[in-house]
């Protein structure tokens, strides 16, 4: 039978190129079942990179599982602690109950040589392994655990397809001869910079200790002119405090940029990648050698249960993704608020703390309060919590004269269901927005409601250019504000723009109108899908004045029917944020070229709303915080274009993103769009709404403690479930003003018992 097809009920050939934990306990695992298996590496088996390595619970119940030898071994010499101890500006702060176990990565291999050796593994030491093709021919199944710099994922690039990308700060592997007393953060603010140590014990005397700048920080402290000794000696310096006046040495140490590797494919004919040859994940959430014995793991478990190599490494890749991805996006979220720490050194200390504990978005409030309640709760009560038994999500906000009972937006979401076509909101939307305000929420928003017949998105969308309609959305506030006392109702105002004249959602999104078209308009004539969509009409200086004309009637419109909140609707790639975008706008006189230029008619248009809607109530804008496409909106123009508006007396800044070109490629995952809103946040202390896949109230009161967020726009939960607020606070025993459930649904304020309950 060819290599690559034999049958894994007999005893295979195994191939390991990478003597690293992940190799190493591949072999075992595979040879403890049977299998002949040889492992090549180019090192001395007592060299090693770095100095300790972390295991969580989780990876150490699968080795015991596995291997008991193994596991017994480990245990022997594992270094466990439970603190986080956490230094912001002099003020050391603990949070305890997480749960660490580490060893020295030397003496982890020794005992995964010793292992392979008794299990009868042949280790080829300071040996470079044949050429992948050359083993795959040889052999039954070739494991390339061959690091980052994977050269068997190099030649097989074409088909593995791998992406590698550099982190934006350099960090430096050292270590300390004494123990740390816990896991330790400490923030240095130099003149330079910020600078950022992470350090942990590994054994009874030693520390590793990881110090970590933006490259911007590394450079200007000249730090990129020093060798090893001279790197371990400043950072020494650095962090005199923490290490306790000691010295750091290195082992081989150099100033690197992380790398994050993602493979399209993880396995080519009977060659598979493991570790961080696969994926690799920052190591401020400690994962890597995490994952590749968690790699092992799942490939002999494969091996084990497949009828076949393919099958196996199939299986193995399918068992392994779903856990790698949610690693790689835990990881990703991490490292990017490490290279955006210079951004949070001025929140509260406790704040900070808990930002810092939460950034990767595992470690979540409630799970915090199950670990450390005490330290959670001195965080709540620096938030603002009235009492113990509110949670941060019920703690009222004002903006303006308006006070919002809790932290929970009902997000606008186009319904499509105007009745007639007339941009009249009928039935539905009376229901449809009435369930939600008796849900719970402190502010319910309306769909995009149009400021013109032209403006519209779909002949289904709604309007305020009429008295017709105007009547319609007072009916819906009357019940918002009779039936549900303290729900506030927001109405969002905007213009389709080059996204108009098209089909109702569910029958073909953003597809033209097969007939009843109206002309679309544009800051540019480029159309939003080429070839698909209609061209617009640039927009001329006196279509200009008129449509703000539309937009200042619309928000007159709007205060009379008795709306609490006004939001300008500029993302998503409609009119205005059309303008705002160098992707969309491509004028070439004063509404055209740098910012400065771009926000022009959008600010007019605010200012225009902003002078004819009722100076205590607060006005709201949406952006589009990022294109998701290359030569869009950068991080600093969303930061500049929430200033201006801000400046312009914007209340809050409603931080969403994209759908502002056809070609977005979004980073989709849970909370995806929120780093925006943080970001936004602490570079100008402005209130915002954070929006995108918050999808648990424990989510919500996460982001409100780590000052990401001032509200928390949820859309979706709410269409599944329209008391999703009020059902929020029942699963955490609150019972206080700021989740008032309605007289009439008070016998269901409790979940109902199960059937055999």
Same mark, same amino acid.
């Given at each position: 039978?060819?290599?690559?097809?034999?049958?894994?009920?007999?005893?295979?050939?195994?191939?390991?190129?990478?003597?690293?934990?992940?190799?190493?306990?591949?072999?075992?695992?595979?040879?403890?079942?049977?299998?002949?298996?040889?492992?090549?590496?180019?090192?001395?088996?007592?060299?090693?990179?770095?100095?300790?390595?972390?295991?969580?619970?989780?990876?150490?119940?699968?080795?015991?599982?596995?291997?008991?030898?193994?596991?017994?071994?480990?245990?022997?010499?594992?270094?466990?602690?439970?603190?986080?101890?956490?230094?912001?500006?002099?003020?050391?702060?603990?949070?305890?109950?997480?749960?660490?176990?580490?060893?020295?990565?030397?003496?982890?291999?020794?005992?995964?040589?010793?292992?392979?050796?008794?299990?009868?593994?042949?280790?080829?030491?300071?040996?470079?392994?044949?050429?992948?093709?050359?083993?795959?021919?040889?052999?039954?199944?070739?494991?390339?655990?061959?690091?980052? %710099?994977?050269?068997?994922?190099?030649?097989?690039?074409?088909?593995?397809?791998?992406?590698?990308?550099?982190?934006?700060?350099?960090?430096?592997?050292?270590?300390?001869?004494?123990?740390?007393?816990?896991?330790?953060?400490?923030?240095?603010?130099?003149?330079?910079?910020?600078?950022?140590?992470?350090?942990?014990?590994?054994?009874?005397?030693?520390?590793?200790?990881?110090?970590?700048? %933006?490259?911007?920080?590394?450079?200007?402290?000249?730090?990129?002119?020093?060798?090893?000794?001279?790197?371990?000696?400043?950072?020494?310096?650095?962090?005199?405090?923490?290490?306790?006046?000691?010295?750091?040495?290195?082992?081989?140490?150099?100033?690197?940029?992380?790398?994050?590797?993602?493979?399209?494919?993880?396995?080519?004919?009977?060659?598979?990648?493991?570790?961080?040859?696969?994926?690799?994940?920052?190591?401020?959430?400690?994962?890597?050698?995490?994952?590749?014995?968690?790699?092992?793991?799942?490939?002999?478990?494969?091996?084990?249960?497949?009828?076949?190599?393919?099958?196996?490494?199939?299986?193995?890749?399918?068992?392994?993704?779903?856990?790698?991805?949610?690693?790689?996006?835990?990881?990703?979220?991490?490292?990017?608020?490490?290279?955006?720490?210079?951004?949070?050194?001025?929140?509260?200390?406790?704040?900070?703390?808990?930002?810092?504990?939460?950034?990767?978005?595992?470690?979540?409030?409630?799970?915090?309060?199950?670990?450390?309640?005490?330290?959670?709760?001195?965080?709540?009560?620096?938030?603002?919590?009235?009492?113990?038994?509110?949670?941060?999500?019920?703690?009222?906000?004002?903006?303006?004269?308006?006070?919002?009972?809790?932290?929970?937006?009902?997000?606008?979401?186009?319904?499509?269901?105007?009745?007639?076509?007339?941009?009249?909101?009928?039935?539905?939307?009376?229901?449809?927005?009435?369930?939600?305000?008796?849900?719970?929420?402190?502010?319910?928003?309306?769909?995009?409601?149009?400021?013109?017949?032209?403006?519209?998105?779909?002949?289904?969308?709604?309007?305020?250019?009429?008295?017709?309609?105007?009547?319609?959305?007072?009916?819906?506030?009357?019940?918002?504000?009779?039936?549900?006392?303290?729900?506030?109702?927001?109405?969002?105002?905007?213009?389709?723009?080059?996204?108009?004249?098209?089909?109702?959602?569910?029958?073909?999104?953003?597809?033209?109108?097969?007939?009843?078209?109206?002309?679309?308009?544009?800051?540019?004539?480029?159309?939003?899908?080429?070839?698909?969509?209609?061209?617009?009409?640039?927009?001329?200086?006196?279509?200009?004045?008129?449509?703000?004309?539309?937009?200042?009637?619309?928000?007159?419109?709007?205060?009379?029917?008795?709306?609490?909140?006004?939001?300008?609707?500029?993302?998503?790639?409609?009119?205005?944020?059309?303008?705002?975008?160098?992707?969309?706008?491509?004028?070439?006189?004063?509404?055209?070229?740098?910012?400065?230029?771009?926000?022009?008619?959008?600010?007019?248009?605010?200012?225009?709303?902003?002078?004819?809607?009722?100076?205590?109530?607060?006005?709201?804008?949406?952006?589009?915080?990022?294109?998701?496409?290359?030569?869009?909106?950068?991080?600093?123009?969303?930061?500049?274009?929430?200033?201006?508006?801000?400046?312009?007396?914007?209340?809050?800044?409603?931080?969403?993103?994209?759908?502002?070109?056809?070609?977005?490629?979004?980073?989709?995952?849970?909370?995806?769009?929120?780093?925006?809103?943080?970001?936004?946040?602490?570079?100008?202390?402005?209130?915002?709404?954070?929006?995108?896949?918050?999808?648990?109230?424990?989510?919500?009161?996460?982001?409100?403690?780590?000052?990401?967020?001032?509200?928390?726009?949820?859309?979706?939960?709410?269409?599944?479930?329209? %008391?999703?607020?009020?059902?929020?606070?029942?699963?955490?025993?609150?019972?206080?003003?700021?989740?008032?459930?309605?007289?009439?649904?008070?016998?269901?304020?409790?979940?109902?018992?199960?059937?055999?309950?």
């Amino acid at each position: 039978m060819a290599a690559g097809t034999t049958r894994v009920g007999s005893a295979l050939r195994v191939a390991v190129v990478g003597g690293g934990p992940g190799g190493l306990y591949a072999a075992a695992l595979l040879a403890r079942r049977g299998h002949t298996v040889e492992v090549w590496e180019r090192n001395a088996p007592e060299d090693t990179f770095g100095f300790g390595v972390v295991l969580s619970d989780e990876t150490l119940g699968g080795i015991e599982a596995a291997d008991t030898v193994v596991y017994a071994a480990l245990g022997a010499e594992f270094v466990r602690w439970d603190d986080i101890d956490i230094v912001h500006r002099g003020r050391l702060l603990t949070s305890g109950g997480h749960g660490f176990a580490a060893i020295g990565r030397r003496r982890l291999l020794e005992i995964l040589h010793e292992r392979c050796a008794g299990l009868g593994v042949k280790l080829r030491f300071r040996t470079g392994a044949p050429a992948a093709a050359l083993l795959a021919a040889s052999y039954d199944m070739v494991v390339a655990a061959d690091g980052v %710099h994977s050269a068997t994922r190099q030649s097989g690039a074409a088909h593995f397809r791998p992406t590698l990308t550099s982190g934006h700060c350099r960090y430096i592997w050292l270590a300390a001869d004494f123990a740390l007393d816990a896991f330790r953060f400490e923030i240095a603010e130099t003149e330079h910079g910020v600078m950022q140590l992470h350090a942990y014990p590994y054994s009874a005397d030693a520390s590793t200790v990881i110090v970590e700048m %933006h490259e911007k920080v590394w450079r200007a402290a000249g730090l990129d002119l020093c060798d090893e000794d001279e790197s371990a000696a400043r950072c020494a310096k650095i962090f005199a405090e923490a290490l306790r006046g000691r010295p750091l040495h290195g082992n081989r140490s150099a100033w690197t940029e992380f790398r994050t590797v993602v493979n399209e494919r993880w396995s080519h004919g009977n060659v598979v990648l493991l570790g961080d040859a696969a994926h690799t994940a920052h190591f401020s959430i400690g994962s890597g050698t995490k994952l590749a014995v968690e790699d092992a793991l799942a490939l002999a478990e494969a091996v084990a249960a497949q009828p076949d190599v393919p099958a196996a490494l199939a299986a193995y890749e399918a068992a392994r993704r779903p856990a790698v991805a949610s690693t790689q996006r835990a990881a990703a979220a991490s490292m990017r608020w490490f290279e955006e720490l210079a951004g949070y050194v001025d929140q509260p200390a406790r704040q900070f703390a808990f930002n810092l504990l939460t950034r990767s978005r595992r470690v979540t409030h409630d799970n915090l309060r199950l670990r450390d309640e005490r330290f959670t709760r001195a965080v709540e009560r620096d938030f603002g919590c009235p009492d113990e038994d509110t949670p941060p999500m019920f703690t009222p906000l004002k903006l303006r004269g308006l006070t919002l009972r809790n932290r929970v937006v009902v997000s606008p979401m186009d319904m499509y269901s105007a009745k007639d076509g007339d941009g009249t909101p009928g039935d539905f939307h009376l229901v449809h927005l009435g369930a939600r305000a008796l849900g719970g929420s402190a502010l319910v928003m309306t769909e995009m409601v149009c400021v013109s017949a032209e403006g519209r998105i779909t002949p289904g969308c709604t309007g305020l250019y009429t008295a017709e309609q105007a009547a319609a959305w007072t009916r819906i506030a009357d019940f918002v504000h009779t039936s549900a006392p303290g729900t506030a109702l927001g109405v969002q105002l905007g213009h389709s723009g080059r996204k108009g004249s098209t089909r109702l959602m569910w029958e073909g999104m953003d597809d033209p109108l097969p007939e009843g078209n109206w002309p679309v308009v544009a800051a540019s004539d480029a159309p939003y899908r080429p070839g698909v969509s209609a061209v617009p009409r640039a927009l001329t200086a006196q279509d200009l004045a008129s449509i703000r004309s539309d937009f200042a009637a619309a928000a007159v419109r709007a205060a009379g029917c008795g709306f609490d909140l006004l939001e300008l609707h500029c993302a998503h790639g409609y009119l205005l944020s059309g303008f705002l975008s160098p992707l969309t706008n491509h004028r070439t006189d004063a509404y055209g070229g740098p910012l400065e230029n771009r926000l022009r008619f959008p600010l007019e248009v605010f200012d225009a709303v902003r002078a004819v809607w009722p100076d205590d109530r607060p006005m709201t804008v949406r952006i589009s915080a990022t294109d998701w496409a290359p030569g869009g909106t950068s991080a600093r123009d969303a930061v500049d274009i929430a200033a201006a508006f801000a400046a312009h007396g914007a209340d809050a800044i409603d931080v969403s993103t994209g759908q502002v070109v056809a070609d977005e490629a979004p980073e989709y995952g849970r909370s995806y769009q929120t780093p925006y809103a943080d970001r936004i946040r602490n570079a100008l202390g402005v209130p915002v709404i954070a929006v995108g896949a918050i999808s648990s109230w424990d989510d919500v009161n996460s982001l409100l403690l780590a000052g990401r967020a001032d509200l928390c726009a949820v859309g979706r939960p709410h269409l599944y479930d329209p %008391h999703w607020t009020l059902h929020a606070a029942a699963d955490q025993s609150y019972a206080g003003p700021a989740a008032p459930w309605p007289a009439p649904y008070r016998a269901g304020s409790r979940k109902p018992p199960a059937g055999r309950g």
